[in-house]
């Protein structure tokens, strides 16, 4: 280690991205003390460098640090455990201020001026869409944490992959069928009226509907709206669940309205946590979510049935009980989605050991390793669950939770089977040339 | 491509929103009343108690020494050490020190400083040492400038520098990052230190840099005065504006701008400015996307605002019947708009100075990512529920009001005393302010609304 640290209000377990940094210093050092049995076959000592693509600046700033934290205790566990191929891996950041031109110049600045091995981190779908034929043209594995339905789709490269995170496709028709069977079995979708709000207008039905659910309304909201008790009387009155996916600012003034228009009676909710990620569930306004239902990528809080391998990965990264920051309690984490990060660089170090993966050169190779794999076992790598990945989309299907709000908590009331939300491949990047 | 489905949309649900659970109609409301009824309150006033509060003086302290060649060496060197920061440190501009302290530390935080304290920049000038040690070297310390900066130039260069300053920090897709950012931080050293060297650093420093232009007319508004080098007096704040002098046009225009740069900031993130420019504001597409209609943007409300305050004067100056020149009383009334620029700083910078600083504190411990804790603050978790959730909204959104209330009456106040200076009559001073004080009142508003409304850039 380079010397004590006191830190200024925290014990010294916790992670920044200096500790990783020094974490991997200290590896390096101890790579050449003579015996050092986990690295001695190593045929090289140099880095694995990760290019790591953070939303640094610009609007995903605050989902950005989470994505950080939780990279920066993934990276420091590999190396605690000896790297990968015995190698140290150190993570090489750079910001993309949420910009989709300045993510495909960030991959650029990766391929030639950092000399990454691969690229990950990123999140915004957008950012991803406009990075990946950087991506492709300089033939960089590229693996997102962003759970858009782009990769799957097949309209970006073979050099994307989304294999830590369930895709929002997936997780929309998973949901389906509970929500017939446990809920209601009339539905009104409520969603903002443009690309993303149409993903779960389009998605949701087909799963639901086959569960004997209906649809029996639809109200789109413009984007641009921030008073929301104008559009309540488009909800028709025979609808027994009020699917809600609102997003940005006026998701708690929308809440609110939607408590004061129907009181204590009204049909029950279900949401998506992406609405409120990052935000204290107990919050003024939010009381009218009290009993209603909501989608979580992985529990926030934690469950008293919770494996060693979740207690060890919250740990790791430093959430407390409530999915907030151990070391500031009013700091919740985006753990629906963050746990992707920790997820994709265990897949990127299978890869490349399945690869044998040296250097640059080895790029090729080692986007096939990754569409070799099939699956990832529930365990300490893979904390959120099971995953079975589709090579011929590049795209991991994971099961997903659904919680109450209850008691001041998120309490999981059922985990949807990886089955409910998988679909066939709608692609083949398998065939694309390398 | 695009139609590849849109995945997520995390436009950021917390603080803003928070913020719009809040009352915050009353406070617009109530924040309008204030100014307008400060206003009826001071016209009702004999000028004289107001003029005898800012001529107020309360010595202080004597200061132990005055060597501005010292501080301006050390400011140097420290900014040295920031650029090697910048071109060597992390990549990440979280952990470079570099973008931490000039954007956070220096712009919004110093700014602040200079407002409360007093012209602290005049000391911490990194070319005024340098430049001293070259013209010695070279003989030419005691003999005029190669150079006069031509009278006609007024504070024109300083408009451009602020202006690109401004658009640098708005709208360029990456003015954090640390590379670039230490690449133009030299160019504009050596850009300064050239002029500096040939016009003389008298000149250029008043009329040419940004930073010292800006400072020079933020400070008049500190409560702190030096005299004769080092007799310090406490003064009511803006009470240094007794003694100034109209501003020319150009530095008129040039103070406005700042207060332009700093509304726009708050503007172009509204679903407001989002809508016009026909942006989803759940979908922003990030800077890159926005480049043309956000430079446009930053023109427009320059113009609109210089536009509305020459126009306001104008209309007084002829409700009240006034003789003096109308580029005498704008410049001079223009003064009473720092308090303003002071307070939008203040309120729009709040939750960057929050977050941001204090990942200068951790970065500045360890400037290369390589380990060091020189202050022992390298390992310090940055408290970002410090401006998350319900609670910190409302203290966040009531010293944000407080701050542009407070200076919106102080700039009520301060033009009273100033139109009173022009007009010398009370009743002639009152009407010819009325028009501003309209003014005043609309950005109060306009400065809650800001600070209120919904926001998705």
């Known amino acids: ?434 | 491509m695009l139609a590849a489905g849109a995945g997520p949309a995390f436009a950021h649900a917390a603080d803003r929103g928070f913020v719009m659970l809040l009352p915050t109609g009353y406070y617009l409301f109530g924040g309008a009343a204030a100014v307008a009824l400060s206003f009826a309150i001071l016209t009702l006033m004999p000028p004289e108690p107001v003029t005898r509060l800012l001529r107020a003086k309360l010595r202080v302290a004597q200061l132990p020494f005055d060597d501005r060649a010292i501080t301006s060496w050390l400011s140097f060197a420290v900014i040295v050490l920031l650029w090697l920061a910048g071109l060597f440190g992390s990549r990440d501009p979280l952990s470079n020190p570099l973008p931490l302290v000039f954007w956070t530390v220096f712009w919004v935080g110093f700014t602040l400083v200079v407002g409360l304290f007093g012209n602290l920049w005049r000391w911490l000038d990194p070319w005024y040492g340098p430049s001293r040690l070259i013209l010695r070297t070279i003989g030419r310390a005691d003999r005029a400038p190669l150079f006069s900066l031509p009278k006609r130039f007024g504070h024109g260069l300083a408009i451009v520098l602020l202006f690109a300053f401004g658009w640098f920090e708005l709208v360029y897709p990456a003015p954090d990052d640390p590379e670039l950012l230490a690449w133009v931080l030299i160019a504009y050293w050596l850009l300064n230190l050239a002029g500096i060297l040939a016009f003389g650093h008298e000149a250029w420093t008043s009329r040419v840099e940004l930073f010292s232009v800006f400072f020079g007319m933020i400070s008049r508004l500190a409560p702190l005065q030096r005299v004769d080098g080092n007799r310090l007096f406490l003064r009511f704040p803006g009470g240094k504006l007794d003694d100034a002098g109209p501003l020319p046009v150009s530095a008129m225009l040039f103070l406005l701008l700042a207060l332009a740069t700093v509304s726009f900031d708050g503007l172009m993130r509204t679903f407001f400015w989002l809508g016009l420019t026909g942006v989803n504001p759940l979908e922003y597409p990030g800077r890159s996307a926005v480049m043309l209609p956000n430079t446009l943007g930053l023109l427009a409300v320059f113009a609109g605002l210089a536009g509305v305050f020459v126009l306001a004067v104008w209309l007084g100056r002829r409700f009240a019947g006034m003789r003096n020149p109308l580029t005498e009383m704008a410049g001079l009334l223009v003064w009473s708009i720092v308090p303003i620029a002071l307070a939008y700083h203040f309120s729009h910078y709040l939750g960057a100075l929050i977050i941001n600083g204090q990942y200068a504190l951790a970065a500045i411990s360890d400037p290369l990512a390589n380990g060091w804790n020189l202050f022992g603050t390298a390992g310090y978790h940055v408290v970002a529920g410090a401006t998350a959730g319900y609670e910190s909204a409302w203290i966040i959104w009531n010293l944000q009001s407080a701050a542009i209330i407070g200076g919106h009456l102080l700039a009520v106040l301060l033009a009273h005393a100033l139109a009173f200076r022009l007009a010398g009559d009370a009743r002639t001073a009152a009407l010819s302010q009325l028009p501003l004080a309209f003014l005043m009142v609309g950005y109060t508003v306009f400065g809650l609304w800001l600070l209120s409304s919904p926001t998705g850039g």
């Open chain 1, 1 to 434: 280690m380079t010397g004590k640290r006191t830190s200024l209000l925290l014990p010294n377990k916790n992670l920044t991205r200096r500790t990783a940094l020094k974490g991997m210093g200290a590896a390096a050092g101890l790579m050449a003390a003579p015996g050092f049995v986990r690295y001695s076959q190593a045929q090289s000592s140099e880095p694995i460098r990760i290019g790591f693509q953070a939303h640094r600046t610009g609007i995903g700033a605050a989902y950005g640090r989470w994505y950080e934290r939780v990279t920066t205790a993934a990276a420091q566990a590999i190396n605690d455990a000896g790297g990968i191929n015995g190698r140290p891996l150190e993570i090489v950041t750079e910001d993309d201020g949420t910009d989709p031109k300045r993510g495909a110049e960030v991959v650029e600045k990766f391929a030639n001026q950092h000399k990454t091995d691969v690229v990950f981190g990123t999140l915004f779908s957008h950012v991803v869409v406009g990075s990946a034929p950087a991506a492709g043209e300089l033939k960089m594995p590229y693996y997102v944490v962003s759970e858009g339905y782009h990769v799957a789709s097949g309209s970006l490269n073979r050099y994307v992959f989304q294999p830590g995170i369930t895709d929002v496709k997936a997780q929309v028709r998973a949901v389906g069928p509970w929500i017939a069977e446990n809920v209601g079995k009339k539905i009104t979708l409520v969603y903002p009226d443009y690309a993303f709000g149409h993903d779960h207008r389009d998605k949701f039905p087909e799963r639901f509907e086959a569960a004997g659910g209906t649809v029996v309304g639809l109200v789109p909201i413009p984007p641009t709206e921030t008073s929301f008790t104008r559009y309540f009387p488009q909800i028709p009155s025979d609808t027994e669940v009020i699917y809600h996916v609102m997003v940005g600012p006026g998701v708690l003034t929308f809440v609110k309205e939607l408590g004061e228009f129907y009181g204590s009676s009204g049909p029950k909710l279900f949401g998506f946590i992406d609405s409120l990620e990052a935000v204290d569930i107990n919050s003024p306004g939010l009381e009218f979510l009290d009993g209603s239902y909501f989608w979580e990528g992985m529990p926030r809080y934690l469950q008293p049935d919770a494996s060693d391998a979740v207690k060890a990965y919250r740990a790791a990264v430093g959430i407390d009980d409530n999915g907030a920051s151990v070391n500031d309690p009013k700091d919740v984490s985006t753990s629906a989605h963050m746990f992707g990060c920790w997820e994709t660089l265990y897949i990127i170090k299978e890869a490349m050991e399945a690869a044998g993966y040296q250097g640059p050169a080895d790029r090729a190779k080692l986007v096939e390793a990754t569409e070799a794999l099939t699956e990832f076992p529930e365990g300490p790598e893979h904390p959120q669950g099971l995953k079975v990945f589709s090579p011929m989309i590049h795209q991991s299907f994971g099961q997903q939770y659904i919680s109450q709000v209850s008691g001041g908590k998120l309490n999981v009331v059922h985990t949807t089977s990886i089955e409910d939300g998988m679909y066939e491949p709608e692609a083949d990047y398998t065939s694309m040339p390398l």
